[in-house]
């Protein structure tokens, strides 16, 4: 079992930058894959970037690949992600997901694992 736990969402304005944390208890992550996940109101939870742990290896999701990072602290056992050129857009529940795998899924049902997320909020 997998508990994670994410900070860092907040109240910011457009162009402003967020770094999310996802804190996840677990003795090694050597053998999972971390993600996080977005979710707007009335709107599917959506896949926006990946890394497998062992490797350091990433996926984003087109929309948002010049603008988020993706990052981990072994040490840690922590994953970021971070946000720059916060867009209103960009408002919803953030995620952060594990999965027992080697292989970065962009379909929420195929991961098993979730944080309760950090609401992150972009208006002016």
């Known amino acids: 079992q997998v508990q994670l736990v994410e900070s860092g969402g907040g109240s910011v304005q457009p162009g402003d930058s967020l770094r999310l944390s996802c804190a996840a208890s677990?003795?090694?992550?050597?053998?999972?894959?971390m993600g996080w996940f977005r979710q707007a109101p009335g709107k599917d939870r959506e896949f926006m970037a990946g890394i497998v742990w062992s490797t350091g290896s990433t996926k984003y999701a087109d929309s948002i690949k010049d603008r988020f990072t993706i990052s981990r602290d072994n040490a840690e056992n922590t994953v970021y992600l971070l946000l720059n050129n916060l867009r209103p857009e960009d408002t919803a529940l953030y995620y952060c997901a594990a999965e027992y795998n080697f292989y970065i899924r962009t379909s929420a049902a195929a991961w098993t694992f979730w944080g309760q997320g950090t609401q992150v909020t972009v208006s002016s």
């Open positions: 677990v003795r090694t992550l050597s053998t999972y894959v």
